[in-house]
Structure formats: structure tokens, C-alpha cells
């Protein structure tokens, strides 16, 4: 599976909902480490810091599960936390959005945000 460049253009799809949720945990799947082996068919996470390894020796669906995305928001540092309202002037959703799939891929976003400026540093 090819995965979208990550720069402002694909977490504005994210948080627009415009792509689809596998590629969405693809994306953090790829930053935090895990590689997909076509050959063993498995996922290879060497890669991958232990305290999310020891935790998700696979990765885990940040859409469809809290517990790992509540993982994902507290790795995000303190002075990353508001990126989405600093660097993309994005104001959030409207009440009627408020769902946990949206919120989700909103902290996804985030803290996609929040690699990308770590590696910028």
C-alpha cells in the first residue's frame, strides 16, 4: 500500500475525513515503526519503541479502539498539544461531529503533527 506524503495537504485529509481509515492508522503505523512483511505476512516491529511494542506487538486500530489512542495523545509532548489550532488553524468540529471515529482521526492528525515537527527540530 502506497501512503500519502505526510505534510499539511494529507492531515487536512484526515481531519476532512477524505481518507479512508486504513490509510490513516497506516500512516501512524508507519512513523511509529511497524512494517508490514509481504513475504511473512506479518508485521515486523523492531522498528518500533518499546513502550508501544511491548504494549501492541501489532498495531493496533487507533479508529475503532480508545485505549491505544489515548496512548497516542499522551505521547504527544505538552508544547505539541494544540498544533492543530497553531499550525493549521483548525477549529475543531462542530457538535454534531463530536464522534469518536472523527476525534480519533483528529488526534491522529495531531499527533502526526507533532512527529512531523520533532523531525523538523
Do not use: H
Not at 522498528?47 to 511494542?53: G, I, K, N
Not at 493496533?60 to 497516542?72: E, G, H, S, Y
Amino acid at each position: 500500500m502506497n501512503l500519502p506524503v505526510l505534510n499539511t495537504e494529507t492531515l487536512w485529509a484526515i481531519l476532512n475525513d477524505e481518507l479512508d481509515d486504513a490509510t490513516v492508522n497506516r500512516l501512524v503505523w508507519d512513523v511509529l515503526g511497524y512494517r508490514y512483511n509481504d513475504e511473512t505476512e506479518q508485521w515486523d516491529n523492531t522498528a518500533v519503541a518499546p513502550e508501544w511494542r511491548d504494549v501492541y506487538p501489532n498495531p493496533p486500530d487507533f479508529i475503532a479502539n480508545r485505549p491505544p489512542t489515548v496512548k497516542l495523545t499522551r505521547s504527544i509532548p505538552k508544547a505539541n498539544k494544540q498544533l492543530l489550532k497553531e499550525k493549521l488553524g483548525f477549529k475543531g468540529y462542530t457538535v454534531d461531529q463530536l464522534i469518536p471515529r472523527l476525534t480519533r482521526r483528529a488526534t491522529m492528525a495531531n499527533w502526526l503533527l507533532s512527529s512531523l515537527q520533532d523531525a523538523d527540530c
